[in-house]
T-cell receptor
Framework: AQSVTQLDSQVPVFEEAPVELRCNYS??????LFWYVQYPNQGLQLLLK??????LVKGINGFEAEFNKSQTSFHLRKPSVHISDTAEYFC???????????FGKGTLLTVNP | DAGVTQSPTHLIKTRGQQVTLRCSPK?????VSWYQQALGQGPQFIFQ???????QRGNFPDRFSGHQFPNYSSELNVNALLLGDSALYLC???????????FGPGTRLLVL
């Protein structure tokens, strides 16, 4: 079975500050890893994904994430956040015989002026 | 290029009723997955359809059923609704079961 743990349920930061949203996963097979963002009353939008290759993955809106196999982590980072980055962020995993995405419980990022 | 579309956007039902939600995949996509997102939670996988067959199913009771049509669109049916079925229902599409999933805006179901 696969599982995802998002270590922080809420992360408040000030505008233009850096941010890191933490994600750890558990899987007995090779994984594909994803970060999605959900704005209020909307569906999920793909930020970035790791399938294979370089462990540093760049996504949309200036976000990036690093796959660390030894620590089973896939933390999301942005060097300088904007008010518009306020949203819920979900880490997800798939792989092996699993077509499905298994999501974490989400991290609410709140960017304050 | 239209993305994933879902209908209706909102729905109110009472306990014991039945509901049908609809999803049209992104152009060129042939695989549809359904997820349930309860308030304050991450999405939970219900099932995936590929080539008009249920390819994989999550831990949901048989009250949840689905269908995929030849044009790749899909329906999610829920029978004997419970209060706990109140949630945002998300549809995601891909080209092939293994590819990156792209989500629609969801249908918000309220069961009274």
């Amino acid at each position: 079975a696969q599982s995802v743990t998002q270590l922080d349920s809420q992360v408040p930061v000030f505008e233009e500050a850096p941010v890191e949203l933490r994600c750890n996963y558990s899987s007995s097979v090779s994984v594909y890893l994803f970060w999605y963002v959900q704005y209020p009353n909307q569906g999920l939008q793909l930020l970035l994904k790791y399938l294979s290759g370089s462990t540093l993955v760049k996504g949309i809106n200036g976000f990036e994430a690093e796959f660390n196999k030894s620590q089973t982590s896939f933390h999301l980072r942005k060097p300088s956040v904007h008010i518009s980055d306020t949203a819920e962020y979900f880490c997800a995993v798939s792989g092996g015989s699993n077509y499905k995405l298994t999501f974490g419980k989400g991290t609410l990022l709140t960017v304050n002026p | 290029d239209a993305g994933v579309t879902q209908s209706p956007t909102h729905l109110i039902k009472t306990r014991g009723q039945q509901v049908t939600l609809r999803c049209s995949p992104k152009s060129g996509h042939d695989t549809v997955s359904w997820y349930q997102q309860a308030l304050g939670q991450g999405p939970q996988f219900i099932f995936q359809y590929y080539e008009e067959e249920e390819r994989q199913r999550g831990n949901f009771p048989d009250r949840f059923s689905g269908h995929q049509f030849p044009n790749y669109s899909s329906e999610l049916n829920v029978n004997a609704l419970l209060l706990g079925d109140s949630a945002l229902y998300l549809c995601a599409s891909t080209y092939g079961p293994w590819e990156t999933q792209y989500f629609g805006p969801g249908t918000r179901l309220l069961v009274l």
